[in-house]
């Protein structure tokens, strides 16, 4: 059973459109991410956040942006779609200070293509 | 910051052979060591992890090796199975909230019956 919902599951959408990824969580779990992951499986990490109010942005240089208002949403956006943005996009959470573990929890993530 | 490299990319295995990955870590101030299992069409799950207090966890047919000095550290997988085939992942982790986890590149496991 998923503690981490992202939708839409598969976008596909046309290039200059805006576009926002959903990211929920039922953990209460603090740190949540954002990774990018290319055909060749590596994951990129392009947004993460602390907890409510705080973003930062991750190792991949990355046009989207996120914000942390809830808890337990995290939401990334494009403001204009291009085909380079052709990707898996995955999110994920984890307790801030791992007392019972650092692991991370990913959802299923959301392929998105920009034709 | 910290780098891992993980070995090999892929990997192919008769079904009841076992399966070894190994993955290096750069950073001495590592201390947490998950194993991610990602199946086809879904997101990594975490299957196993080991800190630096530990040499050796197992899980079933699953066990982690770490080697502090050498700081390599390695997945087994025993008698394995069809449904083992997935990509893997291994990453490291200092400690404190702060710090992120640092993923090596997968490995691509084939099981074949």
């Known amino acids: 059973e998923a503690d981490i919902y992202q939708t839409p599951r598969y976008l596909v959408i046309g290039t200059g459109k805006k576009i926002t990824l959903e990211c929920s969580q039922t953990m209460g779990h603090d740190k949540m991410y954002w990774y990018q992951q290319d055909p060749g499986m590596e994951l990129h990490l392009i947004h993460y956040s602390y907890g409510v109010n705080s973003t930062e942005k991750g190792d991949l240089s990355s046009e989207s942006t996120v914000s942390r208002i809830r808890t337990e949403h995290f939401p990334l956006t494009l403001e204009s779609a291009r085909p380079s943005h052709t990707s898996q996009y995955l999110c994920?959470?984890?307790?801030?200070?791992?007392?019972?573990?650092?692991?991370?929890?990913f959802g299923s993530g959301t392929r998105l293509t920009v034709v | 910051g910290e780098n891992v490299e993980q070995h090999p990319s892929t990997l192919s295995v008769q079904e009841g052979d076992s399966a070894v990955i190994k993955c290096t870590y750069s950073d001495s101030a590592s201390n947490y060591f998950p194993w991610y299992k990602q199946e086809l069409g879904k997101g990594p799950q975490l299957i196993i992890d080991?800190?630096?207090?530990?040499g050796e966890k197992k899980d079933q047919r699953i066990a982690v090796t770490l080697n502090k000095t050498a700081k390599h550290f390695s997945l087994h997988i025993t008698e394995t199975q069809p449904e083992d085939s997935a990509v893997y992942f291994c990453a490291a982790k200092g400690s404190g909230g702060y710090q992120k986890v640092t993923f090596g590149t997968g490995t691509k496991l084939q099981v074949i019956p």
């Open positions: 994920a959470s984890s307790e801030f200070t791992g007392t019972t573990g650092d692991g991370y929890t």
């Open positions: 080991i800190r630096s207090n530990v």
